[in-house]
Nanobody, 127 residues
Framework: QVQLVESGGGLVQAGGSLRLSCAASTRTFSRDAMGWFRQAPGKEREFVAAISASGDSKYYADSVKDRFTISRDNAKNTVYLQMNSLKPEDTAVYYC????????????????????WGQGTQVTVSS
């Protein structure tokens, strides 16, 4: 059974940091791109960051660029999201997702392109 399990969310003050982890049980993890998305109450799920299978290519939403860093450890089947300088508007449920197959990089920004999803972890940033 495919599982993606996020962890590391919590409550943090503005300006603080959190590191999210996503552990995957998929057999194809090391060949698949991974993405992080978030969804705030009353809003659509939005792209945060994505990373290629090798880790060589990384993509970020403009709203998190220079503050967030995505990385992966294929030996551990885990992808990470380091979040620094957090703002109240970063408050959301954060989801990791896995995408198999070939793609053009813009596909990584679209939730519908992903094959597997985690259950999400709550991140709350207080002002």
């Amino acid at each position: 059974q495919v599982q993606l399990v996020e962890s590391g969310g919590g409550l943090v003050q503005a300006g603080g940091s959190l590191r999210l982890s996503c552990a995957a049980s998929t057999r194809t993890f090391s060949r698949d791109a991974m993405g992080w998305f978030r969804q705030a109450p009353g809003k659509e799920r939005e792209f945060v960051a994505a990373i290629s299978a090798s880790g060589d290519s990384k993509y970020y939403a403009d709203s998190v660029k220079d503050r967030f860093t995505i990385s992966r450890d294929n030996a551990k089947n885990t992808v990470y999201l380091q979040m620094n300088s957090l703002k109240p508007e970063d408050t959301a449920v954060y989801y990791c997702a896995e995408k198999g197959g070939s793609y053009f990089y813009t596909a990584l920004m679209l939730p519908r392109e992903y094959d597997y999803w985690g259950q999400g972890t709550q991140v709350t940033v207080s002002s």
